[in-house]
């Protein structure tokens, strides 16, 4: 079985690891070159513990799977960097953890979650409609069709 807590700067080496694997993921699911995920620092994640609300699933004390959540106003977060390790897949650990992250954005009184992915990352655009999730507008700023999603509280 597996839980979901807020991360310590101790699970610092184990989300680098998950994020590497999720998005070279991504990049293959979305069929683009490169993403900044993947030039992710220490210090990057670091600072984003300590400043970010950063969740991580564990199973026996083995981080499996993160996400980060960035306030940016009173009633709206961003939602990044979130998967779960290549050996945890399809257990419902992703699901968990925005099980979660729901409950603690209503707790901290949240009315709007946003967060970008790929227009064609099919997997993951069904895995954010399943959780709620709806398509609010596109944009190629990146060089590809990106999608924002958003999941309002109320």
């Given at each position: ?15 680098m ?10 990049i ?31 199973i ?7 996400v ?20 945890y ?10 099980a979660?992250f ?12 946003v ?40």
């Amino acid at each position: 079985m597996f839980s979901v807590r807020k991360a310590t700067l101790d699970d610092t080496d184990s989300i680098m690891k998950i994020t590497q694997q999720a998005f070279k993921r991504y990049i293959e699911v979305a069929g683009i070159e490169d993403t900044a995920a993947l030039h992710e620092t220490k210090e990057q994640v670091e600072y984003d513990i300590l400043h970010k609300n950063v969740y991580v699933a564990y199973i026996d004390d083995v981080v499996v799977g993160s996400v980060r959540m960035e306030q940016i106003n009173e009633h709206t977060a961003y939602l990044s960097r979130f998967g779960v390790s290549d050996e945890y897949q399809n257990l419902g650990i992703g699901k968990s953890i925005m099980a979660v992250f729901d409950a603690e954005m209503r707790r901290k009184g949240i009315k709007r979650v946003v967060l970008h992915t790929a227009a064609k990352a099919f997997p993951l655009v069904r895995f954010y409609y399943g959780r709620g999730f709806y398509v609010y507008s596109t944009t190629t700023c990146k060089g590809y069709i990106r999608v924002l999603m958003c999941k309002d509280y109320e």
